[in-house]
């Protein structure tokens, strides 16, 4: 399901739950999103279709030393002085 069809269903914007890998290619589809349409749109596309995002069990932080695995993993996607959220 994409991201203008949850919208439609449910009428307003989406959690984002990531896991592992999934962290990075969440990431790396909002660069591309950047990319693709002017920064004024960005915002507003990401206030229209993501109310959070919970990275949770961050990929490889197991090869990291614990107080910068520990810190990665308290990950928070910042947006316009809005907290969206913690990682475990």
Request: contains cysteine; proline residues 3%.
């Amino acid at each position: 399901m994409t991201f203008e069809t949850a919208r439609k269903l449910r009428g307003g914007p989406s959690l984002v739950y990531a896991h592992s890998m999934g962290n990075n290619v969440f990431r790396y589809f909002l660069e591309w999103l950047k990319l693709e349409i002017a920064p004024k749109h960005y915002t507003e596309w990401l206030d229209d279709h993501v109310h959070a995002y919970y990275a949770v069990g961050l990929f490889l932080s197991i090869c990291l030393s614990p107080s910068l695995a520990s810190f990665l993993q308290v990950f928070c996607l910042l947006h316009e002085g809005r907290t969206c959220v913690k990682g475990l």
